[in-house]
Nanobody, 124 residues
Framework: QVQLVESGGGLVQAGDSLRLSCAAS????????MGWFRQAPGREREFVAV????????NSADSVKGRFTISRDNTKNTVYLQMNSLKPEDTAVYYC?????????????????WGQGTQVTVSS
């Protein structure tokens, strides 16, 4: 059974940093593209960042470029999202997702497995 478990969310002030982690089990982690998405109340789930199987290719949304960094450790079956210079508009539930494809998709429907999400709240 595939499980993706996010952690590291919380309540912070604008300008602070957080690092989210997503631990994967029940799948061959190194053969999956990994993505981070977020969903704010009343809004659709949106792409944040993606990393390919080896970690050599990444992409991120324009809204987080220069502030958020995705990385992975295939020896630990874990993907990370380092979030710096957080803004109130970053407030959302953050989800990690796994995609069996080698492509770095940015649409949620392309992903095969999802975590339960972790809340990030940024106060002004």
């Amino acid at each position: 059974q595939v499980q993706l478990v996010e952690s590291g969310g919380g309540l912070v002030q604008a300008g602070d940093s957080l690092r989210l982690s997503c631990a994967a089990s029940g799948l061959t982690f190194s053969t999956h593209t990994m993505g981070w998405f977020r969903q704010a109340p009343g809004r659709e789930r949106e792409f944040v960042a993606v990393i390919n199987r080896s970690g050599g290719v990444t992409n991120s949304a324009d809204s987080v470029k220069g502030r958020f960094t995705i990385s992975r450790d295939n020896t630990k079956n874990t993907v990370y999202l380092q979030m710096n210079s957080l803004k109130p508009e970053d407030t959302a539930v953050y989800y990690c997702a796994a995609d069996r494809s080698f492509l770095t998709h940015i649409i949620p429907s392309a992903y095969d497995y999802w975590g339960q999400g972790t809340q990030v709240t940024v106060s002004s």
